[in-house]
């Protein structure tokens, strides 16, 4: 009996960390990496899916339908279509349409670190770079000029507040 405890405990010993663990070496942990690098691709479907998981979220954003974006590199223009249920009140879906603008600009700064994020007063370092239209429209109501809540322009660099029916903002 003396000799099955004192192997019972031998085990016992044993089994709790009397040994060197190697489940994790600290010498191997590794540190993210922050540091700006030039050329980086940025991936625009999941910069978009991004836009979708923050804003179209009913908790949050109630108004938000549908956010339709065209991103071109080559011209650094960006454009935002940006769709709220119908009974949305117009100061409401600008105030939106500000924060998905300035959502796009930091999904963009997430993949990039070169661009600053956006700000109260700046749209943020991937829009001073591009030029910026963000059209808003009721429920369905896509492209149709009387029923457009929004449509405004800004130019590279530009910060301007939006307003219902703001039409080609940009120094206007």
């Keep these: 009996m003396k000799k099955m405890l004192i192997l019972i405990a031998g085990c016992i010993l044993f089994l ?14 590794v540190e993210p990496e922050t540091d700006i690098k030039e050329g980086i691709e940025i991936d625009w479907d999941q910069v ?4 979708d998981e923050t804003f179209i979220e009913p908790d949050a954003y109630p108004m938000g339908v549908e956010i339709g974006a065209v991103i071109d590199p080559g011209n650094k223009y960006a454009q935002l279509t940006i769709q709220v249920k119908e ?9 939106y349409a500000m924060e998905v603008a300035k959502g ?3 999904e ?12 109260e007063k700046s749209f943020g370092g991937f829009l001073k770079d591009y030029t910026l239209q963000v059209m808003v429209y009721p429920e369905g109501q896509y492209f149709e000029d009387d029923k457009c809540i929004m449509d405004i322009t800004v130019r590279p660099g530009e910060y ?3 307003t219902p029916n703001g039409k080609s903002g940009s120094g206007q």
Excluded: H, M
Excluded at 48 to 51: F, N, P, R
Excluded at 87 to 95: E, I, K, L, R, S
């Design 108 to 119: 963009v700064a997430t993949q990039d670190f070169k661009y600053e994020r956006s700000s």
């Design 104 to 106: 796009l600009n930091d």
């Design 16 to 29: 709790s960390g009397c040994t060197k663990s190697n489940i994790v070496a600290p010498s191997l942990a």
């Design 48 to 51: 978009l899916a991004g836009l």
């Design 87 to 95: 009974d949305t009140d117009p100061d409401d879906a600008v105030a």
């Design 160 to 162: 301007v507040e939006f």
